[in-house]
């Protein structure tokens, strides 16, 4: 069964205090793997896309990588604006309805001054 | 600057109304999406379409229909509200592979509370 799983569920840290947060999954017929930001209240705001193994995005203080079998979130020296949910989506695309984004259930980033 | 446009933040209906939520975007994409999101379960798909006119049931599609007449626009009806379907909608859209990026873009969301 496709499913992508996040962890851990919840981090907190202080502020520079760098860590790294996993997506790992188990999805056939891959077209891209998705990372977003999601503030409370808030819908999800795109951060990257990763598409082959091997393949690394960067952005401020967030770097993304992708292996055949997970993906990870690396934060350096995060501050407390960089506080929210990250969610990881696989999308798998085929024929009629065999096309669909599995998310992760999230993790919940907590960033201490 | 990319735009998913949710017609509501915040909407209170009564049990048994029939309730529209609207959905706009600007990017010319062919998938749209709604899904609904509620604690510790995450993001649910319940419908989308990757055409005008076309639709494809999610994973909980039960309460719920959906109207694609334009290609920006993707509504979500709910024939007679319950209870069960207070949550969070959000809206998103994307393009196909082979088109372009394949990353989903959200709308704000509504936040729907059924009384």
């Known amino acids: 069964e496709d499913q992508v799983t996040q962890s851990p569920e919840a981090l907190r840290l202080q502020e520079g205090e760098s860590s790294s947060l996993n997506c790992s999954y188990t999805v056939s017929g891959l077209r891209g793997l998705f990372w977003y930001r999601q503030d409370p209240g808030k819908g999800p705001e795109f951060l990257f896309t990763l598409y082959s193994a091997g393949e690394e995005k960067e952005k401020e203080r967030l770097k993304a990588t992708l292996t055949k079998k997970e993906s990870f979130l690396h934060i350096t020296a995060p501050k407390p604006e960089d506080s929210a949910t990250y969610l990881c989506?696989?999308?798998?695309w085929g024929a009629g309805n065999n096309r669909k984004l599995i998310w992760g259930l999230g993790t919940s980033l907590a960033v201490n001054p | 600057d990319v735009k998913v446009t949710q017609s509501s933040r915040y909407l209170v209906k009564r049990t048994g109304e029939k309730v529209f939520l609207e959905c706009v975007q600007d990017m010319d994409h062919e998938n749209m999406f709604w899904y609904r999101q509620d604690p510790g379960l995450g993001l649910r798909l319940i419908y989308f379409?990757?055409?005008?006119?076309?639709?494809e049931k999610g994973d909980i599609p039960e309460g719920y229909s959906v109207s694609r007449e334009k290609k920006e626009r993707f509504s979500l009806i709910l024939e007679s509200a319950s209870t069960n379907q207070t949550s969070m909608y959000l809206c998103a859209s994307s393009l196909s592979p082979g088109q372009g990026n394949t990353e989903a873009f959200f709308g704000q969301g509504t936040r729907l509370t059924v009384v």
């Open positions: 989506a696989v999308l798998r």
């Open positions: 379409s990757y055409d005008v006119k076309m639709k």
